[in-house]
């Protein structure tokens, strides 16, 4: 059994566990700039419990989001750019020269109802944006996570093409064969097969939808791959907080491991307590 890349956990429930508020749309990406020692902490708490991955806290650092609470354009702009930037100094300042910084975008508007897509000219414009920041700062790889519609995932193949990063991708579903916005996973995986992407995953379904995916994507899919699965009770029905024991967890996440995958970790719900045990897993 190879051994696999150890991703981080949830930032946004470890926010609201240490005292910090996260009201919606903006949720955790205005952390960076109000409670950074916490952000900072946190990563530094998963690196600690073995992660050799980390994630920068920019879910939602994006101008669209910022504008959506009331921000001019450039006002929103320069938010979303000062929070990103942030976010990868936290990420890089935590894990030094040997672990990796992944930066992380997703889609434009609710990753759980993709049936909100604003445009394909706000997702260029906000993908393009984004991507730039991130070279400017300076990530290992871009992360486009939680993507589960299809338009936008091709919106981020292209502009991500143009650009000289390392990049991964990372699909919901809405079940073993299908997207969230029903496209089958199938053709998905075919489109995102001419493009150069690193590492293709899943991301923040329960346990079992993931393993239901991952024999379904392994089917077309040839290249590196791995799956962070949420430790929820149920699939987009709760807030995290409701999760799996810790029986459960370490019963599927050894059935994921025996699958040999090349990057492995946690979604929402999750704690650097989790990422310590599945460490453990891994070296034993």
Not at 44 to 62: K, L, M
Not at 73 to 78: D, E, L, R, V
Not at 105 to 122: A, H, I, N, R, W
Not at 164 to 187: A, H, M, Q, R, T
Request: aromatic share 10%; net charge negative.
């Amino acid at each position: 059994m190879k051994k696999p890349l150890l991703f981080d956990g949830a930032m946004g429930t470890e926010l609201i566990k240490r005292g910090v508020e996260l009201p919606l749309p903006v949720w955790s990406a205005d952390a960076n700039l109000t409670h950074p020692d916490i952000i900072r902490d946190i990563h530094s708490d998963y690196i600690r419990s073995g992660a050799n991955v980390i994630t920068t806290n920019t879910f939602r650092t994006t101008t669209w989001t910022y504008r959506k609470v009331g921000f001019n354009p450039s006002g929103a702009k320069a938010r979303a750019r000062d929070s990103l930037l942030k976010a990868v100094e936290l990420a890089r300042s935590a894990a030094g020269d040997l672990v990796k910084v992944a930066g992380s975008m997703t889609s434009v508007e609710d990753c759980y109802s993709p049936e909100l897509f604003p445009g394909k000219s706000v997702v260029e414009d906000i993908y393009g944006e984004t991507t730039e920041w991130f070279l400017e700062a300076g990530v290992d790889f871009v992360l486009f996570e939680t993507m589960g519609n299809i338009q936008e995932i091709e919106i981020a193949l292209n502009i991500s093409h143009a650009q000289p990063v390392e990049k991964w991708f990372s699909l919901i579903l809405k079940d073993g064969e299908y997207l969230l916005d029903k496209s089958l996973l199938k053709d998905v995986v075919k489109i995102i097969r001419n493009f150069s992407v690193n590492c293709l995953l899943l991301n923040c379904n329960t346990i079992k939808t993931s393993l239901d995916g991952i024999d379904h994507l392994l089917e077309d899919w040839d290249g590196e791959w791995g799956l962070y699965p949420n430790l929820g009770v149920t699939d987009f029905e709760n807030d995290y907080f409701e999760i799996i024991d810790d029986h459960k967890f370490e019963e599927s996440m050894r059935s994921i491991l025996n699958k040999n995958p090349d990057v492995i970790g946690t979604c929402c719900g999750s704690s650097p307590r989790h990422v310590n045990m599945l460490n453990d897993f891994i070296e034993r």
